[in-house]
């Protein structure tokens, strides 16, 4: 009996000691680091994937609009059945903002979801898509925030529940979340770059696609649409079983924010337009055909 | 013995009523502002359907006729004009109903509400001088009357309720 107790304590210890070696973060690797590093940086470039990858959508002050845009103060809350995530200021301030960081630093954070100090980010910081991207965009993303007026907001803190407080488990969640497989085909150079402005950048699944008890993406219903996690509805089903708008018109919404109706595009969709708008308009047509090319999921029976 | 039953039964009168006064506010709050509802969507419909019109000639779907996009604009600065007192009554959201996307934050900062609404009015304005001046007009003052709607739609309307 006393050999067998033994024996769970030890196993127990075992089980302890792997989930903390698989929960460790985990930054990119050296060459990795200097590939991206060595990039020569095109700022100006840098201002559409700044657009393409919404990060004004969280880090500028809700419904900025124009200029007011590009002062990235944070303060965002992201409401969310683990509590509320507030978006950090990441301006140019060398101590409220990330302007002390180097473009390493800026990489481990964008595709491994790392901090500087070597801490694990929430996945509410979407690092689960922009693990796709090029060392070149990275670059360019990252001279281009060096451009951007510098903001000296505090940072506020989550105002999560317990255990979420544990970051330590975030490393858990990305080792069953946090991969760089495409979830879509890509057969064409335009369906390419739409994969790429959708599944990297965009975002878009982080709301389109329903999630998991542990927050994790269900890849089997990609897009098909899911809970609003800040309050009520439903974010859209965008897949050919639920929209039948023609790519032509995904592209003009992405645009202008109208639907065939003349409906407008409201909430974050509103701040997304706002992104999309800025893109050149073959961006927004690979993104409209990569939206007509998806898996059809059909809406649950019943809810 | 008996009197005590009298005394919860009393009670139990006295409970009711005070159930039945608080519950009659309540049935006050939660009626269902149908015909405000109404009126304030069927408002954004003739817009849509106008707006359709214009937005359908700016992209070349629908053929450009000046007289058409005169009238199509004329009828969004009419929409715009339009005193709003009466659509907007305290507790028609969407956290009180299921027929609207309102958001309580619209009556929490009525004045935002009100300015964007004026936007609205400034831009249908900017296109109905131009509406009738020429095809290539309409797209960026379409974009422009847009832009107002999305500004509004941030701020103050929900998802989709299904």
Known sequence: MRRFFLFLVLIAALAAGGAWWISRPQVLPEARLAAIAAVEADAERGRLVFHAGGCASCHAEDGAEGEARLVLAGGHRLESEFGAFVAPNISPHPEAGIGAWSVGDFANAMLRGVSPEGAHYYPAFPYTAYIHMTDRDLADLWAFLQTLPEADRENDPNALAFPYTLRRGIGLWKWRHLSDDWVAAAPSETLERGRYLVEALGHCAECHTPRDRWGGLDLARWMGGAENPSGRGRIPNITPAALDWSAADIAYYLETGFTPDYDSAGGTMASVVKNTAELPASDREAIAAYVKGLAPVAAPDAE | ?162
């Open chain 2, 1 to 162: 013995m008996i009197s005590h039953a009298n005394g919860l039964g009393l009670h139990a009168a006295a409970a009711s009523l005070a159930a039945a006064l608080a519950l009659a506010p309540a049935a006050t709050l939660a009626q269902d502002f149908e015909n405000q509802v109404a009126a304030r969507q069927g408002q954004f419909k003739i817009m849509a359907l106008n707006l359709g019109m214009l937005g359908g000639m700016a992209r070349g779907n629908i053929e450009y006729d000046a007289d058409t996009a005169a009238l199509a604009a004329a009828n969004l600065v009419a929409v715009s004009q339009l005193g709003q007192e009466f659509h907007w009554p305290e507790g028609s959201d969407n956290i009180m109903l299921d027929t609207t996307r309102a958001q309580p934050s619209i009556w929490e900062d009525f004045d935002d509400f009100a300015s964007k609404w004026q936007d609205y009015g400034t831009q249908a304005a900017a296109l109905a001088e131009v509406a009738a001046t020429g095809q290539e007009a309409l797209g960026p003052a379409v974009g422009a009357l847009g832009g107002t709607c999305q500004a509004c739609h941030e701020a103050h309307r929900g998802p989709e309720l299904n």
